[in-house]
């Protein structure tokens, strides 16, 4: 019996049809016996977006950072985003195919000996490889993308002096409120060039460990593992540009935001006590329960 007639009579493939990545990776855990390959093709089937990107690339990158690096794209919608390490090009197709589910945004890879298999149809268009060494080549990948940039992922040689380096080189280039994102961030030597970056950088923002479990095998002299985040903060909220775009690009009218709209809830308003502004309203005019 296939794996997918497999997954129908056991009633699993409803789970997997659910689109929360909670179920997933309950989905997941119920379908050990699975390839990741079978399961990225099942995904594939049954689920409208590219998550199954997250089980199938090349990547040494456990599956809970992979889910996450998908995921933060999916969610941040970044326009311009540089990745330091590629090898075989593993997390450079979950970027491309989450922004692919995004129907924007463009990554450029440095990597002087990368070693891609993949074919250029995976990455949807929206991938360039400079075969280059970092921290040399992020001006170049930054003219390319031709912008500031929203998304970094550092993950080429794991040691205090190339980290430090390119932290150093990329932080000119982030967008007011970009994402740095550090791989085997529990390498000694990394987590000690990001801690000495924040200290230096009052515009960067100490998210921390977004992945907190170190892996205890890779090296008996040091852990590895770990997903950290930096995030700009240099020049204040983003919230009213990101409010208008958004409103905008779907040609619904921006809202009139006010101190009488602090204290309103579609829910509170409509179920306890109308807010300031929802009172000077009949109830026919206010919100619908329609998040
Ligand atoms: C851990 S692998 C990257 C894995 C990839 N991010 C993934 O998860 O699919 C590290 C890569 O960094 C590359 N590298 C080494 N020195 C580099 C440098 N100076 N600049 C950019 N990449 C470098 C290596 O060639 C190697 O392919």
Redesign the pocket.
């Known amino acids: 019996m296939s794996a997918i007639s497999e997954l129908v009579k056991n009633g699993l493939l409803d789970m997997v049809r659910i689109p929360y990545l909670g179920y997933l990776r309950l989905a997941y855990d119920t379908c050990k016996n699975l390839s990741s390959d079978q399961l990225a093709n099942i995904l594939k089937i049954v689920v409208k977006d590219r998550v199954g990107i997250a089980f199938s ?5 456990p599956i809970e950072d992979r889910l996450f690096l998908y995921s933060v794209v999916r969610a941040f919608k970044p326009y311009r985003a540089l ?10 197709l979950i970027i491309t195919n989450a922004m692919e589910d995004n129907k924007a945004g463009t990554l450029v890879g ?6 891609i298999k993949s074919k250029k149809e995976a990455f949807y268009g929206r991938y360039t490889l400079l075969e ?4 040399e ?1 992020i001006p170049e990948a930054a003219d390319l993308l031709g912008g500031q940039l929203d998304l970094v ?1 550092l ?3 794991h040691i205090f002096e ?1 980290v430090y380096t390119e932290l150093k080189a990329v932080l000119p280039w982030m967008s007011e409120d970009g994402i740095i994102l550090v ?2 961030a529990f390498h000694y030597g990394v987590h000690a060039a990001i801690q000495k970056t924040i200290k230096e950088h009052t515009d960067v923002a100490d998210c921390g460990f977004v992945n907190r479990t170190p892996n205890v095998t890779a090296s008996q002299w040091t852990p590895y593992g770990g997903l950290y985040m930096l995030k700009m903060n240099g020049k204040g909220s983003t919230y009213l540009k990101q409010v208008e775009l958004t409103y905008k690009s779907r040609n619904v009218p921006v809202p009139q935001l006010g101190d009488d709209i602090l204290n309103h809830d579609i829910w509170y308003c409509r179920a306890i006590k109308p807010c300031q502004r929802c009172s000077g309203y009949n109830t026919a005019q206010t919100d619908s329960d329609k998040k």
């Open positions: 690339a090349p990547s040494d990158m990745e330091i390490g590629v090898r075989w090009g593993g997390s450079a440095i990597d002087p000996t990368p070693q280059k060494s970092s921290p080549a992922l993950d080429s040689i190339q791989h085997d």
